[in-house]
């Protein structure tokens, strides 16, 4: 665990490891002899360089991080990632305190608040660990990491790690719900998890359960979880943080706590994973606690519909008929895609609670792996001005995301001839056509559909992202929110 402190330089005594942050920019000042040469292995960007040096008779550590990436001033992304370098290192060398002067960061680009910010959620991002069912701890180290500053930026400092604080506090809520198992987290769990966390008011919360789905008539998510001996519900939070507008941004998180895939069932091998299809709505439980949080001024439903997709004798089939909330008609092709099914009905959900605005996000299409890979979210909206927008919000988050058209062509893919739609159009574009299938029901209201398939958890260590759960799409909806403020 690392706790990231504040002070301003002169106050703070030599600690047990020193960190410099290097760039050609700066001239760092240290008593390292033969170290700090004109090497340029030293500076460049990510590189860290740990080793011991002799000061005053005793052998002391230290650690190097580079900043310099020659020219090219370093973005606020790997900002995150250098911070997220740095927590590995002080942990896999079990460093338990350290002191970082700060003044390389305020020097990488112009925006020096932002720059502090993102440099510190990479720190404490890289510092996460999921060891809640582990019967022995492997450490339990805690790591001070005291970052000096000069008088006139402490203020400003202490803004951004504040900040930061509140935003790793929700992407590490999202990890540690994605990476439960699912016979913790059934449907109904997840629903008391959320309830339990906004207890305090600020939030409004409520719970849907099967009961109230049948009453609204939610045939699409009733479907998916009828094959479950775990019943299905639907969290619904009202955040309102600007009670002068009419204007409200629903945000919804497919919610399925596992998915064998019903009865077309998902190979064997890795299927473990399908714990975390409920990703989606990990990250809008989280986005929603930060939006609250940090007070930002802009009224905010999110829904999360969550069900069990198990096969069984009482699963969905193919060639069912399911009718969703609105009223529309859909032909069961494949029970694997389910996801789309409970976000239909969602969508609709959210229209009668006065959404003037929806992005839903999803792990929903293996699809969106194939064309995109592991690296970028898929996006699909009906509006060109609103899918921007997010666009713009996850490149200032550094979470990659690529818009996929939404020519006319995909609807005919998912039309049926014996029902309004299908809830798959096959192979072929398969990441596109199942954002057009969302677009049926979010009618004429500004939509975005980001697919967060593959992101959603990482096999390896890589900067401030540790094997498991990531936690994507969490800061691109807190900084859509936040750039919404002025628009509310």
Known sequence: MIIVTIEVERQVKEAECLVALLTKKLTVTLELPGVLKEDERLYKY????????????QMRKSMLVGLDKGTAALSNEELRCCGGKLAHALKTQQVAQAICPLQAVGTINEGKENAFQSFFEGVLLGDYEYDRYKTKQKSLL??????TVFPSDLSMVKTALDRAGVIVDSVKWARDLANAPGNDLLPLQMGKAALERFKNGVVEAELLKEDDLKREKMGGILAVGQGSKNPSCMIILRYQGNPATSEVLALIGKGVTFDSGGLSLKPGENMGAMKGDMAGGAVVLGALEAIARLELKCNVVALIPCAENMPSGNAFRPGDIVTAMDGTTIEIINTDAEGRLLLADAISYAQRLGATKIVDIATLTGACMVALGKVAAG???????????LLRAAETSGEKMWQFPCYEEYGEMIKSPIADLKNTGGRWGGAITAGVFLKHFAKEIPWVHIDIAGLEMSDKQSAYCVKGATGFGTRTLIQLVKDMECSC
């Open 46 to 57: 990510g590189e860290t360089t740990f080793f011991y040096y002799e000061s005053e008779g």
């Open 142 to 147: 805690v790591t001070t990491l005291v970052m």
């Open 379 to 389: 996006v699909v909206g009906n509006e060109p001005a609103w899918a921007e927008r």
